[in-house]
């Protein structure tokens, strides 16, 4: 049963904190992907990662940073939280994009900056 | 700009059939997904359509046609459980996935 893990389902924390979100997937895919979510708007893709050590801006990467020294894993960073980063994050992992295969997802982390 | 057009909420009845429409103006096409979310939940994938045409799968269809820049996503006999979120995401020229905003579908009993 393929899986791909987030490290936490609800965190808080203190805007100007250094956040760090991890996923994890078994599947040996490619590409992996960070999202956010929020009511009324699509996924919007933050970074995504095509190779370990491998990374590529999306369309909001204003704030985050990321890191992926293995394959299976790849972390999301906030530099130091605010308050318009409480959102839905979502972990996606994909084989190589000419395959058009579906991505896989995470449980999502509900993260709330105070 | 690429774009995906969804209507927010639909609502339909335990029983019957609805549904969901998905236009897209997107930088080349590669494929479109369509995906359900429960509330809290991951998304999971539900069908790909990269031919015109409509793909049956058990209660679920999906349908496209290229030239209109649209899709549709058919659900029969519904159950409640399939009270939940249709996204809608095409695969552009850059095999980047561009989301709709999805589609919050409520059946009442």
């Known amino acids: 049963d393929v899986k791909v893990t987030q490290s936490s389902r609800y965190l808080v924390k203190r805007t100007g904190e250094k956040v760090f979100l991890e996923c994890v997937q078994d599947?040996?895919?490619?590409?992996m992907f960070w999202y956010r979510q929020d009511p009324g708007l699509g996924l919007r893709l933050i970074y995504f990662?095509?190779?370990?050590?491998?990374?590529e801006k999306g369309d909001i990467p204003e704030g985050y940073s990321v890191s992926r020294e293995k394959k299976e894993r790849f972390s999301l960073i906030l530099e130091s939280a605010s308050t318009n980063q409480t959102s839905m994050y979502l972990c996606a992992s994909s084989p190589l994009a000419e395959l058009n295969t579906e991505a896989f997802f995470g449980q999502g982390t509900r993260l709330t900056v105070v | 700009g690429q774009n995906i057009d969804q209507p927010t909420e639909m609502t339909a009845t335990e029983g019957a059939i609805v549904q969901i429409n998905c236009t897209y103006q997107?930088?080349?096409?590669?494929?479109l997904f369509w995906y359900q979310q429960h509330a809290g939940e991951a998304p999971t994938f539900l069908s790909y359509n990269v031919l015109d045409g409509l793909e049956e799968k058990g209660r679920f269809s999906s349908f496209l046609s290229r030239s209109k820049g649209y899709s549709y996503l058919l659900l029969k006999e519904l159950q409640m459980k399939d009270s939940a979120s249709y996204l809608c995401a095409v695969l552009d020229s850059n095999y980047q996935l561009i989301w709709g905003a999805g589609t919050k579908l409520i059946i009442k009993p």
């Open positions: 599947m040996d895919h490619e590409n």
């Open positions: 997107t930088s080349g096409f590669n494929g």
């Open positions: 990662s095509y190779d370990v050590k491998m990374k």
